[in-house]
């Protein structure tokens, strides 16, 4: 490979990270060890700066390396794209880094992919289902489905649905505990809630047209939805989820709607979220205008 300009110099410098150390990433790029070495080293004396720490042991990164491993990332994705559009004309191809939640992944978007890759069959679908949240800027995905409002930052989304809420229990449960009457009864209950940053504490009603929320506690707390759902129906407590979540269980009858009276009915955004701009890949585009064309809840 030619490392004698600064791509490929970035080439080998997210190549050793991925690879975990300078041997490992020699053999990936069929370059010897010490060649490695030397190109990093060349990078580091260039920027006037050092990007990795190296032990026999392992590699880390500087603060510096981290945020010129993100730049790397992009450029390099972005070369990739460039000549991909011009040897193919445009046409859609290469892999698809896609994050989405669990339960709502599994649910909703499995789907779509399934659809999407027929057609587009030269596009590799890369999905990662899991409730954390991705870096897309630092290269960990091309698109991200998240839930909520989006905090201000320079990505670009679009909405591809909202979903609304519902507290639920298990008839097991409202045996043993009692089925409430008011939103005032679940301070007798063991509410089951979020445990992500952005989950609020309390849980939002609606009374004879006012709008007022009640501070909800309980014994466990959780990441996933499709997880607090399993809760519910073992009879942990009662929860407040999106829905799209729990459907089918409450067409079967193994939850139980509560407190619907009291519903404000308030609904939770759903967005398409990636690294817009005139560089941004085909398959991004095609995948994203999919997601808003077909995403149901």
Not at 79 to 100: C, F, H, K, N, Y
Not at 146 to 166: E, K, Y
Request: glycine share 10%; proline share 5%; aromatic share 6%.
């Amino acid at each position: 490979m030619d490392v004698s300009g600064r791509s490929g110099e970035m080439e080998v410098f997210a190549t050793v990270v991925q690879q975990g150390s300078l041997s490992a990433a020699a053999r990936e790029l069929g370059l010897t060890p010490s060649a490695v070495s030397r190109i990093i080293a060349r990078a580091e004396q260039r920027l006037g700066t050092r990007l990795l720490l190296r032990t026999t042991r392992a590699i880390t990164l500087t603060a510096e390396g981290e945020a010129y491993l993100r730049g790397a990332r992009r450029i390099l994705a972005d070369l990739t794209e460039v000549e991909q559009a011009i040897t193919d004309q445009g046409m859609p191809r290469g892999r698809l880094r896609v994050s989405a939640a669990l339960g709502h992944g599994r649910l909703s978007i499995v789907p779509l992919v399934t659809a999407f890759s027929a057609q587009y069959p030269e596009v590799l679908v890369d999905l990662a289902l899991g409730d954390e949240v991705v870096d897309i800027l630092g290269g960990e995905a091309d698109v991200a489905v998240r839930f909520g409002h989006l905090p201000d930052s320079p990505l670009s989304a679009r909405c591809i649905g909202s979903t609304g809420q519902v507290i639920v229990a298990s008839p097991a449960y409202l045996q043993r505990h009692g089925t409430p009457g008011a939103p005032e009864e679940l301070a007798r209950h063991n509410c089951l809630r979020f445990n992500f940053r952005r989950a609020a504490p309390d849980w939002p009603f609606r009374r004879e047209g006012q709008d007022f929320s009640l501070k909800v506690s309980g014994n466990i707390e959780c990441s996933s939805g499709e997880a607090l759902a399993q809760l519910a129906r073992l009879g942990a407590g009662v929860a407040r989820i999106g829905s799209f979540t729990v459907a089918d269980d409450l067409a079967s009858g193994h939850l139980v709607p509560l407190l619907e009276a009291f519903n404000p009915g308030d609904r939770e955004p759903v967005h398409a979220v990636f690294v817009g701009g005139p560089t941004m890949p085909a398959r991004v585009r095609v995948f994203v205008d999919f997601l808003v064309e077909h995403h149901r809840m």
